[in-house]
């Protein structure tokens, strides 16, 4: 795996990065005006109709959340988050180059998503492989009814004892679920089972800690402390936000060869200078700032005891403080996959 200069963590970073990964250098940034001719609508969040699915789920401070095996999961589901975790997928294939994963697959038979949200990736895969059956895995049936006919959705848990088979799938795909999981160990023990001989599990993962490289990110600046919160207020429930700095550590300790590991820097906002990054910047500012209460209010109240009115007058200046355009601040992306030992 080819290797880069190691980048010094910024101020205010709360993990060392891996040692040997790639990653992004610094970025430039735009001289224009950084929100020129961009805006976001604070009030994107559309509301929810009452329907019979209302029995699927729970309701708590205006946001619906999971039913089955209710509280597991300390984030919302309802239409607004949806729409957020659809940018989200969009974001990282953008990441990815174009691409839906890095694993080098050769005629899939059998490929599952854990954490599948609304079912984008696993639909988007139906289609690029329609010899493959999909699988996607959720707590919340929240995916649509009309996918691929080699698409299919499970509600089910994902650190709950597996059923596929052993030696049976080709890809295990987990996006995004540093904010799910307790037991990081046991599942990882399990993709490797349920694996093939020379089958894949891919990791992509954003990490919010925040970066900045020009020194604009000043120590009031509330985003990096509104993380702190959120990762503390997981930890009650035994979930480790940053999972993905450790897990490159686990998959090579659960038995995995051939890593491949690159992490990226992205902007939160439009402030770069390439034009690529600048979309890259507005489009997570939004899924930031759009999200604001959906990754809060659950964390917070629930895991640290706040009011839900302690939480709506704290996220008053993050929200100003994700638009001042002078702070040139990015989080991170992580792209992670390793294979099965083959046999023979």
């Known amino acids: 795996m080819p290797e880069s200069e190691r980048q010094e963590s910024p101020p205010g970073a709360e993990a060392a990065e891996e040692d040997n990964v790639p990653r992004d250098p610094h970025i430039d940034v735009d001289d224009v005006p950084a929100d020129e001719g961009y805006t976001t609508d ?4 559309t509301s929810t109709s009452i329907a019979s699915s209302v029995r699927d789920y729970q309701f708590e401070n205006s946001r619906r959340y999971h039913k089955f095996k209710e509280g597991l999961y300390q984030f919302p589901n309802d239409v607004p988050e949806q729409e957020r975790e659809d940018m989200k997928h969009t974001v990282a294939v953008h990441l990815l180059g174009g691409k839906l994963h890095n694993s080098p697959l050769e005629d899939p038979q059998k490929i599952v998503d854990i954490g599948t949200g609304t079912g984008s ?13 999909v699988i996607g ?15 299919r959705f499970l509600v089910d848990d994902a650190e709950a004892p597996w059923l596929f088979g052993q030696d049976s799938l080709d890809l295990v795909h987990m996006r995004n679920m540093s904010t799910a999981i307790k037991d990081w160990d046991k599942l990882l023990g399990q993709a490797y089972s349920n694996l093939k001989p020379g089958g894949w599990i891919e990791l992509p993962e954003f990490r919010w800690v925040y970066g900045c490289d020009d020194g604009t990110m ?38 995995f060869v051939n890593v491949r590991h690159q992490i990226k820097k992205v902007p939160v906002g439009p402030w770069p200078k390439d034009r690529s990054l600048k979309t890259i910047g507005l489009y997570n500012r939004s899924i930031i700032y759009d999200g604001l209460q959906a990754i809060t209010m659950g964390p917070f109240t629930r895991g640290l005891g706040w009011t839900p009115e302690e939480v709506e007058v704290f996220l008053v200046k993050v929200r100003k403080d994700l638009m001042d355009s002078s702070v040139h601040s990015y989080v991170h992306f992580h792209s992670l996959c390793a294979q099965k030992l083959k046999t023979g």
């Open 42 to 45: 604070a009030q994107s969040t």
């Open 121 to 133: 990736w696993a639909i988007d895969m139906g289609d690029e492989y329609p010899g493959a059956e």
């Open 137 to 151: 895995i959720d707590l919340s049936p929240i995916q649509p009814p009309w996918v691929p006919p080699n698409v």
């Open 218 to 255: 000043h120590p009031d600046y509330t985003p990096p402390t509104m993380v702190a919160n959120i990762k503390d207020g997981l930890a009650t429930f035994g979930v480790d936000m940053h999972a993905s700095e450790k897990n490159e550590e686990r998959i090579r300790k659960a038995g």
